[in-house]
């Protein structure tokens, strides 16, 4: 069985900081990937950054980076130079082998401040 | 531009009435997913398709329907059975299968009158 635990029900930020978001999560499978998605108050699931459990190195997506700790089975989202677009809903996720049962976490409320 | 367009936005059931919600993708992907989100929570998988003709149970099918008859297309049956469907809806797609939902729709609110 999968689960995430995303522990920060909401985050406050100020405008230009950085921010980082927890998540952990429980697999059995011996090969998985991490996601981070973000969902702004309009609705739609954004993709943004993927870690591969045998990837060597973190993974970065322009402001984005994931700090992967696998021992730990931690893979916080780290946000730099926030912005007021930001402010949103971002769900940690996990998926096992096949690809299809991806498990996603109860999700973190983050606000920018100007 | 290519993406994934789900119907209606809004969408009222009154009880024991079956609705059905669209998902149509001009993606050329080939997986097509159903999730529910409700509030507080994180998405939860209804059904998947990994190609036309072809769909399988998520975790919480119960009261739900699907059909893959066109790769574009997989819509979504909230039959009389599901007791509780006030919740948002998020259709999602990805390329082929073992990979994970790249690109989702902007959802479809459904609640009881």
């Known amino acids: 069985a999968q689960k995430i635990t995303q522990t920060q029900p909401g985050m406050f930020v100020q405008e230009k900081e950085a921010v980082t978001l927890d998540c952990t999560y429980d697999?059995?499978?011996?090969?998985?990937?991490l996601f981070w998605y973000k969902q702004p108050s309009s609705g739609e699931m954004i993709f943004l950054i993927y870690?591969?459990?045998?990837?060597?190195q973190n993974a970065t997506e322009g402001r984005y980076s994931l700090n992967f700790q696998k021992a730990r089975k931690s893979a916080n989202l780290v946000i730099s130079a926030s912005q007021l677009g930001d402010s949103a809903m971002y769900f940690c996720a996990v998926t096992g082998t096949g690809g299809f049962k991806t498990i996603f976490g109860a999700g973190t409320r983050l606000f920018v401040k100007a | 531009d290519g993406g994934i367009t789900q119907s209606p936005k809004y969408l009222f059931r009154k009880e024991g009435q079956n609705v059905t919600l669209s998902c149509e993708q001009n993606l050329n992907h080939d997986a097509m997913y159903w999730y529910r989100q409700d509030p507080g929570q994180g998405l939860r998988l209804i059904y998947y398709?990994?190609?036309?003709?072809?769909?399988q149970k998520g975790d919480i099918a119960e009261g739900y329907s699907v059909s893959r008859e066109k790769k574009e297309s997989f819509p979504l049956t909230v039959t009389s059975a599901q007791k509780n469907p006030t919740a948002f809806y998020l259709c999602a797609s990805s390329l082929r299968q073992g990979v994970q939902p790249q690109h989702f729709g902007d959802g479809t609110r459904l609640s009881i009158l």
């Open positions: 870690q591969g459990s045998y990837d060597q």
């Open positions: 398709s990994q190609i036309v003709n072809d769909f």
């Open positions: 697999t059995s499978d011996p090969s998985y990937g």
